[in-house]
């Protein structure tokens, strides 16, 4: 138990072992376990973020399917609500067509009639003057029985 | 154990007695062959065994904890990595717990301290008598006398030892103070405190014994336990062989708490030495 050179030659290794762990020991495993922290912060994290990011595409899609639905929908009832008025314009075209071609059919119809009527008061009143001529014999004066002539027509 | 020829006493003695070399009274340098020829080299000797098994165990300490070191990956670590960043974490806890300086050195100087000193107390759970017998009978290979081949094994229980580590602590405690505060500051908080300047000798006396208490009962207290320790089963090995495991079982588990709880004192007062050191405000 005697105090002799053991103690300075300790006190030397001492700081020579100190010296070698601060140097090449505590710096790279504390170093390795910070880093390690941080790369398990940073999954951590990025879990929770791609978590976020998921509800987020899920909300989305949802919105998505549900607006283009509702698009659907209108599309839908747009081109009932055309189709009807378009029917709804071609009938009342055809029906308008249809009283035309009714009203012009029609004064056809009468003019081809005045016309035959007219046609047929001709003959008469030439038939009527064949006839007079006839019964009386002689040449009626045009002149004087046009006026009853024409009434005569007129009266047919 | 007590063999024919030696009494208790001298097998004791034998045990406490350090592997001496150095130099005789007249002149050349040689290993001791007793206590009182160790006496009289004086300072000019080293204690073989100390200062070997502290750095064989110091050695083997760097160097697992370098090939940790080296391979410390962000992966997921296995085996003794884990071992070794528990320790770290251990370490790291007590440091920023304790030590509210910024100073890289603290942190490794604790780690060594205590994973050197705990190996080195572990020493004491080795059966007193392999050790010293092995180097008996390879010291007769090389042509010693047995009886004169010393071998103490547990470094710790030299107070070279510890005084030599608290030295150290001593002088970073200094180096730290006047660095940190100033001469001045430093001088000021040994001579100013705690009756003001008018009673600076007092304060000087006080503050000194106090400065001086920290290494001389760091290496006391260390050395007091493992000395004690090593005593009870050097005691333990005077039975009769097939009861001494009765007595010395019981103690080596109750030492391994003695060994780590001391290693575990001396590292925790030199982070608060250390932490006092760097205080600047009083």
Not at chain 1, 16 to 38: D, Q, S
Not at chain 1, 69 to 90: E, L, P
Not at chain 1, 99 to 110: P, S, W
Not at chain 2, 6 to 34: C, R, V
Request: with cysteine.
């Amino acid at each position: 138990m005697n105090i002799n050179l053991t103690l300075v030659g300790e006190t030397i290794m001492f700081a020579m072992f100190v010296w070698f762990c601060m140097k090449f020991i505590w710096p790279p495993l504390v170093e390795a376990m910070a880093a390690r922290k941080k790369s398990i912060e940073d999954g951590l994290q990025a879990a929770e973020r791609g978590k976020e990011e998921h509800a987020q595409a899920k909300q989305n899609s949802e919105e998505l399917l549900a607006n283009t639905k509702n698009q659907a929908a209108d599309i839908i009832a747009n081109a009932d609500k055309q189709a009807n008025v378009m029917i709804d314009n071609a009938k009342g075209a055809a029906s308008e067509e249809a009283d035309k071609i009714k009203v012009h059919a029609k004064a056809e119809l009468d003019q081809e009639i005045v016309k035959a009527r007219n046609e047929l008061k001709g003959q008469v009143s030439t038939l009527v003057m064949r006839g007079v001529n006839s019964v009386l014999e002689k040449e009626v004066d045009a002149k004087t029985h046009k006026d009853m002539l024409s009434k005569l027509s007129k009266s047919l | 154990m007590a063999t024919g020829e030696l009494t208790s006493s001298a097998y004791i003695k034998h045990h406490l007695q350090n592997l001496t070399y150095g130099k005789f009274p007249d002149g050349h340098w040689g290993f001791a062959e007793n206590a009182i020829e160790a006496k009289e080299m004086g300072f000019m000797a080293f204690h073989v065994d100390t200062l070997g098994f502290s750095f064989v165990l110091g050695v083997l300490f760097l160097f697992l904890f370098a090939k940790a070191a080296k391979r410390a990956s962000i992966d997921a670590p296995s085996g003794f990595q884990n071992f070794v960043e528990s320790i770290i974490d251990f370490i790291d806890d007590n440091v920023r717990g304790s030590f509210k300086g910024q100073n890289p050195m603290v942190a490794p100087l604790a780690l060594t301290t205590f994973i050197w000193i705990f190996l080195m107390n572990t020493m004491d759970l080795v059966p007193v008598d392999w050790l010293p017998v092995l180097a008996q009978k390879i010291g007769g290979l090389f042509g010693a006398d047995p009886h004169h081949v010393y071998l103490k094994v547990v470094p710790t229980t030299d107070p070279n030892m510890t005084f030599g580590m608290s030295i150290g602590i001593f002088l970073l405690i200094l180096f730290y103070s006047v660095k940190e505060k100033g001469i001045g500051g430093f001088v000021g908080e040994l001579t100013l405190h705690p009756f003001g300047k008018w009673m600076l000798p007092a304060n000087l006396f006080l503050e000194g014994v106090n400065l001086l208490a920290k290494p001389v009962s760091l290496a006391l207290r260390l050395f007091g336990n493992m000395y004690a320790g090593e005593m009870i089963f050097i005691l333990c090995a005077l039975l009769p062989f097939w009861i001494q495991w009765s007595l010395s079982l019981p103690w080596a588990i109750f030492h391994i708490l003695i060994v780590t709880l001391q290693a575990f004192i001396f590292m925790t007062l030199v982070i608060v030495y250390m932490d006092m050191a760097h205080q600047k405000e009083h």
